[in-house]
């Protein structure tokens, strides 16, 4: 049994950022313009701003990542979990899940949101699991979101 392993984001493990949301986010919706912005240029759009990038890895396969972006000096935004479909149902969702929230915290950051559709219900049961509640829906713009979720630090 290989172990699963939570990296940071180097400039080398951008195409596999861009390559897994892509994946999903055109399985279910359309690419967003800022879609595009975010997984082609992470470096400027998440990064620069005080984001963080993780990477879900097993052996020397990259199986998932997560992001996430600060919205003010106490909240901060989950974005752009994924994990491709060979991986799905094993724990490496909520394993990157658990990542992301210990890095936000360490960040300085007392709440996490998140941005969703109802349709997601495997991502919706996931983000439960690791403690998010709906909040109401106030969309900041994403076309394909219709719940907000937000989880307490």
Not at 96 to 102: C, D, P, S, T, Y
Request: hydrophobic share 40%; proline share 5%.
């Amino acid at each position: 049994m290989h172990t699963l392993e939570i990296i940071p984001f180097s400039p080398k493990l951008q195409p596999f950022f861009e390559s897994i949301n892509k994946a999903w986010v055109t399985r279910y919706f359309s690419l967003e313009p800022f879609d595009i912005d975010q997984l082609e240029h992470p470096e400027e759009t998440i990064l620069a701003k005080g984001g963080r990038i993780l990477f879900a890895k097993i052996e020397n396969e990259i199986i998932g990542t997560v992001g996430l972006i600060p919205k003010d000096h106490s909240t901060c935004e989950m974005i752009k979990m994924g994990v491709d479909p060979s991986a799905q149902g094993k724990g490496v969702g909520l394993a990157l899940g658990k990542a992301i929230l210990e890095e936000a915290g360490k960040m300085g950051f007392t709440k996490m949101s998140l941005y969703s559709n109802t349709k997601l219900k495997a991502a919706l049961h996931l983000y439960k699991k690791l403690g998010f509640h709906e909040v109401k829906a106030e969309c900041n713009g994403y076309i394909r979101c219709d719940i907000k979720m937000e989880k307490e630090l």
